[in-house]
């Protein structure tokens, strides 16, 4: 499986970007998709994960109203809407995705990643 991730930028507190993430390849095991981000300095973090079975979702308690995710199943694409954005939100944002069918926040449960989009939110 191989995950393309586009849509980062360089954007001012309060702007809005979208992420898309394109799953290509051996994708008709894949239940699980999430968004990670890594800013300089700082361990990778969990942002949002969907899980194709039954459409659940989860957000990290930092992004939590400002963010939604959302995807296409038939065209194994997942996107994150980010809303309000600070400063605070640069990071490198990474896609990832897993056989399992729940929504997990640790990095190490996810089998695929992509690499990466950089996002910059100036203040």
């Known amino acids: 499986v191989q995950l393309q991730a586009s849509g980062g930028g360089l954007v001012q507190a309060g702007d809005s970007l979208r992420l898309s993430c394109v799953a290509s390849?051996?994708?008709?095991?894949?239940?699980?998709m999430g968004w990670f981000r890594q800013a300089p300095g700082k361990e990778r973090e969990f942002v949002a994960g969907i899980s194709w079975s039954g459409g659940s979702t989860e957000f990290a308690d930092s992004v939590k109203g400002r963010f939604t995710i959302s995807g296409d199943n038939a065209k194994n694409t997942v996107y994150l809407q980010m809303d309000t954005l600070k400063p605070e939100d640069t990071a490198v944002y990474y896609c990832?995705?897993?056989?399992?069918?729940?929504?997990?926040?640790?990095?190490?449960?996810?089998?695929?990643w992509g690499q990466g989009t950089l996002v910059t939110v100036s203040s």
């Open positions: 990832a995705a897993d056989p399992r069918r729940l929504v997990l926040r640790w990095a190490t449960a996810y089998a695929y």
């Open positions: 390849g051996r994708t008709f095991n894949i239940n699980l």
